[in-house]
């Protein structure tokens, strides 16, 4: 009764931590296992794929959060004659994205809504013709990107929540190296020893004996 009525907990900040509703997982299984195959696979048959211990939300999405950057390299002409370039400035431009997809009952992600948050970060200015410069307008100016977004790999985070109240979920991958689908431990097929945890719950699957056999 006491993990219904905190399954049924309403409001606008999540109750469970992402172990806690791991360990809570963990705990109702061992306490089944004295269930018969027979009634598990029933069971199994009734229960929504995905159902969040905070707030019992069937809708599960996967959020994808990295960090891009690219150089950017701006000029300004000279119309006296004097330079080239009346200025050159160099500038890296950074990109926080956000991909939110939601999970489909196969543990596939559907279509993605992404958000981004940019910043330019000025490296080096160089004035040639101070003249041209200081009468120039913004709107003189000409900007060329030079390459292509460079993600930063360190900077990725992979994270399943809930749709409804965002409370976090422990999860594993389906391959290697964040490969395949995507395995919510709060999931009612939920089987640690067939997927690859994501990186950061490696400790606590490992607590509770959910790493594979070697």
């Known amino acids: 009764m006491a993990d219904e009525r905190e399954r049924q907990s309403e409001g606008p900040h999540p109750v469970l931590s992402a172990e806690e509703g791991a360990d809570r997982v963990h705990r109702r299984h061992r306490q089944s296992k004295d269930c018969s195959s027979s009634a598990e696979r029933t069971d199994e048959a009734e229960t929504p794929t995905y159902t969040c211990e905070n707030c019992g939300s069937h809708d599960f999405v996967l959020v994808h959060i990295h960090t891009a950057r690219r150089r950017i390299r701006r000029t300004l002409a000279c119309t006296c004659g004097a330079e080239r370039f009346a200025a050159i400035q160099e500038l890296v431009e950074w990109q926080r994205c956000t991909e939110r997809a939601p999970l489909d009952e196969e543990h596939r992600t559907d279509k993605s809504e992404v958000d981004y948050d940019k910043e330019c970060e000025e490296q080096e200015f160089e004035v040639y013709c101070g003249d041209c410069h200081e009468n120039a307008s913004e709107w003189q100016w000409e900007s060329d990107t030079v390459g292509d977004w ?48 994501e990186p950061r719950f490696i400790a606590a699957w490992k607590r509770r004996g959910w790493l594979r056999p070697r």
């Open 150 to 197: 460079e993600t930063d790999e360190e900077s990725q985070v992979f994270q399943v929540r809930c749709a409804d109240c965002n409370h976090e979920i422990e999860f594993g991958w389906s391959h290697p190296d964040r490969g395949g689908r995507v395995w919510p431990c709060e999931s009612s097929d939920h089987n640690p020893w067939l997927s690859w945890p």
